[in-house]
């Protein structure tokens, strides 16, 4: 081939998986990146955030597996990407911020570690994401949704840089009352240990630590090895 039509050559579009805990800054990289590279960012978080919703909706417990799957079956979960951010519709109702509230993401973490509710939401997952040209975030992204990721990023922080991400959007949010440091220690606690698919770095994922780096130095960290992917496979 020689070099113009290579140039012609669109790139493969890649599936690019960020995963991390919460508060490492995931979505905001995740859709800066997929803008920037014109891919559609996909949160998976979002998925198991509408299902704790509609248990609420339908007073399920979160503990009630069967329940739970039947619930998520009969459930129309739309993932919106919108150049204003990424709508969430639960049953064509916009839920978008409903799903960022307190009692609901205690409920995702809840939901998230029944086996049966994780194979639907995997399945899902796979064919939201199967044509490529996608940024998806989770927990499981890298390790189980997409083993074969062209690109695996595992997005952390230390636990006190994220617990005051946390605080401060809570603040924006004007809601201070929440104990959102124990909040979020409970959810990752629950989020690490559980037997299904717990998170966990993909052995093949390469580690950013977020801690002291600014939205914009991640970014440029991703960026930079996305390059590098494509780059590689141009050659
Ligand atoms: O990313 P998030 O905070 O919106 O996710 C909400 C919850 O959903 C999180 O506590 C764990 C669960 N989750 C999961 O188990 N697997 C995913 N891929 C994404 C989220």
Redesign the pocket.
């Known amino acids: 081939m020689n070099d113009r039509s290579k140039e012609q050559q669109p790139s493969r579009k890649l599936t690019i998986a960020i995963d991390g805990p ?1 508060g490492a800054g ?1 979505s905001t990289i995740a859709s800066r990146l997929a803008r920037k590279l014109g891919y559609v960012n996909l ?4 998925m ?2 509408a299902l704790a919703l509609k248990a609420i909706d339908k007073d399920a417990s979160f503990d009630d597996e069967a329940t739970l799957v039947k619930l998520a079956q009969n459930a129309r979960i739309q993932l919106e990407p919108t150049i204003g951010g990424n709508r969430t519709l639960l049953d064509g109702r916009d839920v978008s911020a409903r799903i960022r509230e307190r009692d609901v ?1 205690e409920g ?2 809840r939901v ?1 570690i029944h086996p049966k509710v994780r194979e639907w939401m995997v399945a899902r997952q796979r064919e939201l994401g199967a044509g490529g040209g996608v940024v998806m975030e ?4 890298g390790t189980e ?1 997409f083993p074969d990721a062209d690109l695996k990023i595992f997005l952390d922080a230390d636990p006190v840089v994220r617990e005051q991400r946390r605080m401060a959007q809570q603040k924006i949010k004007g809601d201070v009352s929440a104990n959102v440091a124990a909040e979020l220690r409970e ?1 990752d606690h629950r ?1 690490r240990t559980r037997a299904a698919s717990p998170l966990v770095a993909a052995k093949d994922a390469v580690v950013i630590n977020s801690s002291a780096l600014s939205e914009d130095e991640v970014l440029a960290q991703v960026e930079e090895l996305v390059q590098k992917k494509i780059g590689a496979e141009e050659k």
Do not use: H, L, P, T
């Open positions: 919460a995931k949160e998976s978080g979002a198991y955030r993401s995702a973490s998230s989770g927990r499981d992204i949704v959810r989020d």
